[in-house]
Structure formats: structure tokens, C-alpha cells
């Protein structure tokens, strides 16, 4: 397993989201505590979906939500680097159009598909 390394310029631990349940359902989830968070691994759009860059174990997966669901995700996406996955999380568009993917990431779980260096280009789909 790759070493963790912050990112060079690392956002002070802010979140702008003025609303407490918001804050209160990503704490409980364990998405965002205290000073390991960070204003760029998440990002809330005000129908209650949501995007955040959560640590697994050997990697970072980039995670699409809502508010109202305390049970899980609706998709996700892997990323080799918290780097990669805050890119990721940052690449979302304010429209969110359907079917948008992130940027960056190897693996799509849902789908099998996998993408060699984060590369489109590369893109081939698990037997």
C-alpha cells in the first residue's frame, strides 16, 4: 500500500455548508471529523445530493450520495490518490447533468470498468 501523502498545498480544514443536519448526516457516516476534513473532498448541491473522497483501505473512492440515505451510496468511483479523488470530487459540474463520471479515477465497481492511469482512453471492462 502507497504511503499516505498530503497534497502539497493542502485547504485548511473548512466546510461551508450552513446547514447542521448536512454536517451531522457526513459526521455520522464518518465522511468528514474534525481537522481530517477538508472544503474539497466534498461538495453539496441543495437538492441533497452529495459527492465526498472517503479512504478505503488500500485506496480512495470518491462517493455520490444523498442526504436522505443513511445506508449507503448510489455509485462510486476509485482513485488511486487523495489527490486524484479530491480532483474528482472538485470535477463534479454545478448542473450535474445524469450520467456525469468524475475525472481521474481506475475503477467503476458498478459497471466492472477499469481505466489504466485514470486514462479514458484505456478503458476496458473486467471479464
Known sequence: M????????????????????AIHHLESLGYISGGDFH?????LWSDGRY?????LLFHWTVLECHLDDDTG?????????LAIARTAVQSFPDDWPVGFEPVG???HPRTARRR?????????IDP
Open 2 to 21: 502507497p504511503e499516505f501523502e498530503p497534497p502539497e498545498n493542502p485547504m485548511p480544514p473548512v466546510f461551508e455548508i450552513e446547514s447542521p443536519p
Open 51 to 55: 459527492v465526498v473522497a472517503k479512504r
Open 116 to 124: 489504466d492511469g485514470g486514462d479514458p482512453s484505456n478503458e476496458e
Open 73 to 81: 451510496y448510489d455509485d462510486r468511483w476509485c482513485c488511486e490518490t
Open 39 to 43: 472544503a474539497q473532498d466534498v461538495r
Open 105 to 107: 479515477w481506475h475503477h
